[in-house]
């Protein structure tokens, strides 16, 4: 191994600097070159690159979202870019690269992975929204539960003062970690989540009961995915990104309108959006970027290719990229069941 290239796909989430600065530190005790591809798998498609040494990256562990810019870019939208990928991968006179992404970036490692046109893949799993396969747990997510909870304790005193009931959407696609994680730590009386459709008979009677019990406000944590029984996920932009996905986004102004229309009790929404994406990484997932980080540059030396690093009780360890993909890691049930527990 002589020069190994690093990107970062698809959303941008804090502890992405962590794991290029353990990459670049690692290799350069190694001395292994590493070059930055800019923008995900666009800088592969256009080779646009970066020089990283440990100048670069220093004083960013500290920093979001990432130094190599990212981008929602599928090469294998078009055939010709995915030809581009491979004949820039060899231009840059790339021994290997890491990717760091999440279901999209690695689906796209993964197939790179298999085509077996001599590129050497290893992958490093990131998303906010804690659904990939494989992992216990992706950086990033801790950070965005953190500041979802700091969000519902502030709404909890606006609430309390205008005796209201407060709706609080939380960003999650397809899985409702962050909203499950964050109303919990936040006291949340209800948690509505897109694996379990919304009962709305069932979140009246909840925080009808609330003011029975002598509380006048209330805190609703909604995941942006979720969908009313009867109803359809909200949708924000119908238009597609690379990997088919829309802009999901609404689901909390409405639900505070149907419990406004069903309960009376004055509601309001606020949406979290990117805030939860944004800023300075946690401690957890600083330290989990870094072990992800030195545990590809050890794969990447191992020549262990077609595997990405995955925690595992609080164990790093490597798994299969083919284990991450196809499916995402939706909530525990079990956590949901005993979340209720404390709804109301
Ligand atoms: O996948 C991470 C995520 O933050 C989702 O929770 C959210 O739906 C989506 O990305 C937003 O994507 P974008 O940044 O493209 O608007």
Same mark, same amino acid.
């Given at each position: 191994m002589e020069r190994i290239g690093v990107l970062t796909g698809g959303g941008d989430c804090p502890g992405l600097n962590a794991v290029i600065r353990a990459v670049v530190r690692r290799a350069f005790e190694n001395n292994i070159k590493v070059v930055?591809?800019?923008?995900?798998?666009?800088?592969?498609?256009?080779? =646009? *690159?970066?020089g990283l040494d440990l100048n670069s990256v220093s004083d960013i562990l500290a920093r979001g979202g990432t130094i190599l810019g990212t981008s929602r870019t599928n090469p294998y939208k078009n055939k010709d870019d995915a030809a581009k990928v491979i004949d820039n991968y060899r231009k840059m006179k790339l =021994?290997? !690269?890491?990717? /760091?992404?999440? %279901?999209?970036?690695?689906?796209?490692?993964?197939?790179? $992975?298999?085509?077996?046109?001599? #590129?050497?893949?290893? @992958?490093?799993?990131?998303?906010?929204?804690?659904?990939?396969?494989? *992992?216990? !747990? *992706?950086f990033g997510f801790d950070t965005a539960?953190?500041?979802a909870m700091e969000a519902i304790d502030r709404l909890r005193t606006t609430a309390e003062s205008h005796h209201r009931v407060m709706v609080v959407e939380i960003m999650g696609r397809h899985a409702g970690w962050i909203t499950l994680y964050a109303g919990l730590a936040g006291g949340a009386d209800v948690i509505l989540i897109p694996e379990v459709p919304v009962d709305l008979e069932d979140v009246s009677s909840i925080?009808?009961?609330? &003011?029975e019990n002598g509380?006048?406000?209330?805190?609703? +944590?909604v995941a942006e995915g979720a969908r009313f029984k009867e109803g359809q996920t909200m949708?924000?932009? %119908?238009?597609?990104?690379?990997?088919? $996905?829309? /802009?999901? @986004?609404? #689901?909390?102004? &409405?639900? +505070?309108?149907?419990? %406004? &229309?069903?309960?009376?009790? %004055?509601? &309001?929404? *606020?949406?979290?959006? $990117?805030?939860?994406?944004? @800023?300075s990484p946690s401690a957890f997932d600083r330290v989990l970027g870094t072990r992800f980080g030195y545990k590809a540059m050890e794969l990447v030396m191992d020549k262990k290719f077609g595997y990405m690093t995955s925690l595992s009780g609080n164990e790093i360890k490597e798994v299969p990229l083919e284990a991450a993909v196809g499916t995402l890691k939706t909530v525990d049930m079990k956590l949901y069941e005993m979340a209720k527990t404390f709804f109301g």
């Amino acid at each position: 191994m002589e020069r190994i290239g690093v990107l970062t796909g698809g959303g941008d989430c804090p502890g992405l600097n962590a794991v290029i600065r353990a990459v670049v530190r690692r290799a350069f005790e190694n001395n292994i070159k590493v070059v930055g591809i800019k923008n995900g798998w666009n800088g592969l498609v256009v080779g =646009d *690159t970066m020089g990283l040494d440990l100048n670069s990256v220093s004083d960013i562990l500290a920093r979001g979202g990432t130094i190599l810019g990212t981008s929602r870019t599928n090469p294998y939208k078009n055939k010709d870019d995915a030809a581009k990928v491979i004949d820039n991968y060899r231009k840059m006179k790339l =021994d290997a !690269f890491i990717a /760091i992404g999440g %279901e999209d970036t690695l689906g796209v490692a993964n197939k790179l $992975h298999k085509e077996n046109k001599g #590129i050497n893949v290893v @992958g490093v799993p990131k998303t906010i929204d804690n659904d990939l396969n494989a *992992t216990d !747990f *992706t950086f990033g997510f801790d950070t965005a539960v953190n500041i979802a909870m700091e969000a519902i304790d502030r709404l909890r005193t606006t609430a309390e003062s205008h005796h209201r009931v407060m709706v609080v959407e939380i960003m999650g696609r397809h899985a409702g970690w962050i909203t499950l994680y964050a109303g919990l730590a936040g006291g949340a009386d209800v948690i509505l989540i897109p694996e379990v459709p919304v009962d709305l008979e069932d979140v009246s009677s909840i925080l009808k009961k609330v &003011r029975e019990n002598g509380k006048f406000f209330s805190i609703v +944590a909604v995941a942006e995915g979720a969908r009313f029984k009867e109803g359809q996920t909200m949708i924000k932009e %119908e238009q597609l990104d690379a990997f088919g $996905h829309v /802009i999901l @986004g609404g #689901i909390g102004q &409405r639900l +505070a309108a149907e419990i %406004e &229309r069903r309960t009376a009790f %004055e509601a &309001r929404s *606020t949406v979290l959006g $990117h805030i939860q994406r944004g @800023g300075s990484p946690s401690a957890f997932d600083r330290v989990l970027g870094t072990r992800f980080g030195y545990k590809a540059m050890e794969l990447v030396m191992d020549k262990k290719f077609g595997y990405m690093t995955s925690l595992s009780g609080n164990e790093i360890k490597e798994v299969p990229l083919e284990a991450a993909v196809g499916t995402l890691k939706t909530v525990d049930m079990k956590l949901y069941e005993m979340a209720k527990t404390f709804f109301g």
